[in-house]
């Protein structure tokens, strides 16, 4: 629902949340709230969402997603979060997103901080702000954030008056573009450690120490790295000659923290449910983390192992009660291969029950072959929805470069079946750009396409419904750390974009050309996208600088602007192709070699070499190639 037009405050007041509690008052005026787009995002006060007294609690923790509501809301590590830390009875965890441009405009003019959601208080007021950093396009929303807070940006200039700035998330597995922002990082899963850092804090404020005392006791839980307690050093080239720690009582390596038994950790059983539509409108059940299958291009296949299910009793309890709190239509299974997952078909038996009652079920990443399409055909209204298949790349051998594990056999019959089965429309996902690809390579990807088109076409003519449609989708590859193709080289943007002309032009020439489409990704997100996933510390002052200038919501095709970002690394003399054009050694330093997150280097050395050579890893449950997540005792990998 939409709140335009309506006195927001006398709404609020209203809020059968806030019986009991003293009354909110917002942040913004109504004429305010009236004025920009979409003024739901601001007002908080969800069904479901938590209310206490501020007064009454110790620690006061700002969850922040920085980018918009819609996506933010939609994202369940931060629901996680905010179910665990207000389980706690001293602990009150509120929200806080990025303000879209018309309202940042007008925050930035009359000065208003920026505020929680929950009770509408300035976020500079917190003991904490716990950052989400999910993909790098977000970093300089993460500036926005601290500057509409007016909290310093750099960690060294914040006093005791701040609130302790902490990041988490994928991105934090190479914190170093970001280190100069923030007072800590988290790596890994929230569940182990968070707990700890709290009562840490806590007592540490009863004693009356100071923020520098606090990071300097916070570094020694595992899992935090406090950048202001290490240093850097150069060679002459550009590489890093050293990270050192820069006191002896702060660990020269951070480890990444797993949580093994996810069944028995919280997990949100009345999840939030936003006023207005955002881009997961539906209850999330995490099925699983990790992934069995090691595809080399795959940061999250690597840094979330080993891989553990969650109990199947677990699941159904959770997805009857989430459904009951939130009243959503739609229940989505999360997870990197949800066809690995060893109990699906007792799942989707018992979630067909709710279809029954008019919920839809959405099952993403599946694989295409027998089983998972009759899953599908069971569960998706076939004549509306299409297929989706990742191939990543057109060719056998460049598919055994990424150790996709697909043959072209097996495309080709899931897409049969699928035919044969009712479906007409299959989107195919490919990457340009890989590492070893050639021109042969990338004239491979229509190829393909035409092949299933044309599988379509074998179908008896009164059996079929009309013409198919494939629908071809390329993005650039971007190596990231913690994968076998940290090493490898970018490219420039106009070699991008000569790539994927290559294959229009293919695709012309092909057959069943009418029943195809392509659509591209621009070049120019690409080419910084590599700079900021594998930069080190000097690509700090590229991201304030970039953030003065403007450059905000950069994940966004309508607010990105190179032009500025280029003079950004132009006028802080940092070299774009330092970063991206190289093939770096595999005894360069790298900056996130100080982490460690369960997968070794010398196995990450390994499949490198053998992506080099073409050759196939087998997945987890095949067989265990050592990478080095046994340590963990647990998952796929326990007792293999």
Same mark, same amino acid.
């Given at each position: $629902?939409?709140l335009q037009g309506k006195?927001?405050?006398?709404?609020?007041?209203?809020?059968?949340?806030?019986?009991?509690?003293?009354?909110?008052?917002?942040?913004?005026?109504?004429?305010?709230?009236?004025?920009?787009?979409?003024? !739901?995002?601001?007002?908080?006060?969800?069904?479901?969402?938590? $209310?206490?007294?501020?007064?009454?609690?110790?620690? &006061?923790?700002?969850?922040?997603?920085?980018?918009?509501?819609?996506?933010?809301?939609?994202?369940?590590?931060?629901?996680?979060?905010?179910?665990?830390?207000?389980?706690?009875?001293?602990?009150?965890?509120?929200?806080? @997103?990025?303000?879209?441009?018309?309202?940042?405009?007008?925050?930035?003019?009359?000065?208003?901080?920026?505020?929680?959601?929950?009770?509408?208080?300035?976020?500079?007021?917190?003991?904490?702000?716990?950052?989400?950093?999910?993909?790098?396009?977000? @970093?300089?929303?993460?500036?926005?954030?601290?500057?509409?807070?007016?909290?310093?940006?750099?960690?060294?200039?914040?006093?005791?008056?701040?609130?302790?700035?902490?990041?988490?998330?994928?991105?934090?597995?190479?914190?170093? =573009?970001?280190?100069?922002?923030?007072?800590?990082?988290?790596?890994?899963?929230?569940? *182990?450690?968070?707990?700890?850092?709290?009562?840490?804090?806590?007592?540490?404020?009863?004693?009356?120490?100071?923020?520098?005392?606090?990071?300097?006791? !916070?570094?020694? +839980?595992?899992?935090?790295?406090?950048?202001?307690?290490?240093?850097?050093?150069?060679?002459?080239?550009?590489?890093?000659?050293?990270?050192?720690?820069? @006191?002896?009582?702060?660990?020269? *390596?951070?480890?990444?923290?797993?949580?093994?038994? +996810?069944?028995?950790?919280?997990?949100?059983?009345?999840?939030?449910?936003?006023?207005?539509?955002?881009?997961?409108?539906?209850?999330?059940?995490?099925?699983?983390?990790?992934?069995?299958?090691?595809?080399?291009?795959?940061? !999250?296949? $690597?840094?979330?192992?080993? *891989?553990?299910?969650?109990?199947?009793?677990?699941?159904?309890?959770?997805?009857?009660?989430?459904?009951?709190?939130?009243?959503?239509?739609?229940?989505?299974?999360?997870?990197?291969?949800?066809?690995?997952?060893?109990?699906?078909?007792?799942?989707?038996?018992?979630?067909?029950?709710?279809?029954?009652?008019?919920?839809?079920?959405?099952?993403?990443?599946?694989?295409?072959?027998?089983?998972?399409?009759?899953?599908?055909?069971?569960?998706?209204?076939?004549?509306?929805?299409?297929?989706?298949?990742? =191939?990543?790349?057109?060719s056998q051998r460049l &598919?055994?470069?990424?150790?996709?594990?697909?043959?072209?056999?097996?495309?080709?019959?899931? #897409?049969?079946?699928?035919?044969e089965g009712g479906w007409?429309?299959?989107?195919?996902?490919?990457?340009?750009?890989?590492?070893?690809?050639?021109?042969?390579?990338?004239?491979?990807?229509?190829?393909?396409?035409?092949?299933?088109?044309?599988?379509?076409?074998?179908?008896?003519?009164?059996?079929?419904?009309?013409?198919?449609?494939?629908?071809?989708?390329?993005?650039?590859?971007?190596?990231?750390?913690?994968?076998?193709?940290?090493?490898?080289?970018? %490219?420039?943007?106009?070699? %991008?974009?000569?790539? #994927?002309?290559?294959?229009?032009?293919?695709?012309?020439?092909?057959?069943?050309?009418?029943?195809?489409? %392509?659509?591209?990704?621009?070049?120019?997100?690409?080419?910084?996208?590599?700079?900021?996933?594998?930069?080190?510390?000097?690509?700090?002052?590229?991201? !304030?600088?970039?953030?003065?200038?403007?450059?905000?919501?950069?994940?966004?095709?309508?607010?990105?602007?190179?032009?500025?970002?280029?003079?950004?690394?132009?006028?802080?003399?940092?070299?774009?192709?330092?970063?991206?054009?190289?093939?770096?050694?595999?005894?360069?330093?790298?900056?996130?070699?100080?982490?460690?997150?369960?997968?070794?280097?010398?196995?990450?050395?390994?499949?490198?070499?053998?992506?080099?050579?073409?050759?196939?890893?087998?997945?987890?449950?095949?067989?265990?190639?050592?990478?080095?997540?046994?340590?963990?005792?647990?998952?796929?990998? %326990?007792?293999?």
């Amino acid at each position: $629902m939409e709140l335009q037009g309506k006195n927001t405050s006398e709404l609020l007041r209203g809020s059968h949340h806030n019986s009991g509690k003293k009354e909110r008052k917002l942040a913004l005026s109504d004429k305010i709230l009236l004025s920009v787009e979409k003024p !739901a995002r601001y007002i908080g006060g969800e069904v479901n969402a938590v $209310m206490k007294n501020p007064d009454q609690v110790d620690i &006061r923790f700002a969850m922040c997603f920085p980018d918009v509501y819609e996506i933010g809301m939609s994202h369940l590590g931060l629901q996680i979060l905010y179910d665990m830390f207000n389980q706690r009875e001293d602990v009150y965890c509120e929200r806080v @997103y990025s303000p879209w441009h018309d309202l940042h405009k007008i925050m930035k003019e009359r000065q208003i901080p920026l505020f929680t959601l929950e009770t509408q208080s300035p976020v500079r007021e917190m003991d904490f702000l716990g950052i989400t950093i999910q993909y790098e396009m977000c @970093y300089t929303n993460i500036l926005q954030i601290l500057d509409l807070s007016q909290i310093p940006l750099l960690a060294a200039e914040r006093t005791e008056e701040d609130p302790l700035v902490i990041g988490g998330g994928p991105c934090a597995y190479n914190p170093e =573009p970001l280190a100069d922002f923030f007072d800590m990082f988290y790596i890994g899963e929230g569940e *182990t450690r968070y707990d700890d850092l709290l009562n840490l804090y806590k007592a540490h404020r009863t004693e009356g120490g100071s923020r520098q005392e606090f990071l300097r006791r !916070a570094c020694q +839980i595992p899992g935090i790295y406090v950048p202001s307690l290490y240093e850097t050093a150069y060679q002459e080239d550009g590489t890093i000659a050293s990270f050192t720690p820069k @006191y002896e009582d702060v660990p020269p *390596t951070v480890k990444k923290e797993v949580e093994m038994d +996810i069944t028995h950790t919280p997990y949100p059983r009345k999840p939030l449910v936003p006023f207005l539509k955002v881009t997961q409108d539906r209850a999330v059940l995490e099925i699983q983390r990790g992934c069995i299958r090691g595809c080399r291009f795959c940061q !999250a296949g $690597m840094i979330y192992r080993p *891989t553990r299910e969650r109990d199947v009793e677990m699941l159904k309890e959770c997805a009857s009660e989430m459904l009951r709190a939130s009243g959503h239509e739609e229940i989505s299974l999360s997870s990197l291969s949800s066809s690995d997952y060893s109990q699906l078909s007792e799942l989707i038996d018992f979630l067909m029950g709710f279809k029954e009652k008019g919920v839809n079920i959405s099952l993403p990443s599946l694989r295409i072959d027998a089983f998972s399409l009759d899953v599908m055909g069971k569960v998706q209204d076939v004549r509306k929805s299409s297929l989706t298949f990742a =191939p990543e790349a057109g060719s056998q051998r460049l &598919r055994d470069v990424i150790n996709k594990g697909l043959t072209e056999e097996v495309i080709l019959e899931g #897409a049969g079946l699928a035919f044969e089965g009712g479906w007409q429309k299959v989107k195919l996902y490919f990457m340009l750009g890989l590492p070893t690809e050639t021109e042969e390579d990338q004239r491979e990807i229509p190829r393909l396409a035409e092949k299933i088109a044309r599988r379509y076409y074998e179908i008896p003519k009164e059996q079929r419904k009309g013409k198919c449609q494939v629908t071809i989708s390329t993005s650039f590859f971007v190596p990231k750390p913690f994968t076998p193709f940290q090493w490898a080289p970018m %490219y420039d943007r106009d070699e %991008y974009l000569a790539r #994927a002309r290559i294959v229009n032009e293919e695709m012309k020439a092909q057959l069943n050309r009418k029943s195809l489409k %392509y659509n591209w990704h621009e070049a120019d997100v690409t080419v910084l996208e590599g700079v900021l996933a594998r930069g080190d510390r000097r690509i700090g002052p590229v991201l !304030a600088k970039a953030y003065e200038k403007g450059c905000l919501f950069d994940s966004w095709s309508e607010s990105f602007h190179n032009e500025l970002w280029m003079e950004a690394f132009q006028e802080c003399g940092v070299s774009i192709d330092f970063y991206n054009l190289r093939t770096r050694s595999t005894d360069e330093i790298l900056p996130w070699d100080f982490i460690d997150c369960g997968v070794s280097k010398s196995f990450l050395k390994r499949e490198w070499e053998r992506a080099q050579r073409g050759e196939v890893t087998p997945n987890c449950r095949q067989q265990c190639s050592g990478c080095g997540a046994a340590q963990f005792q647990g998952g796929v990998c %326990y007792g293999g």
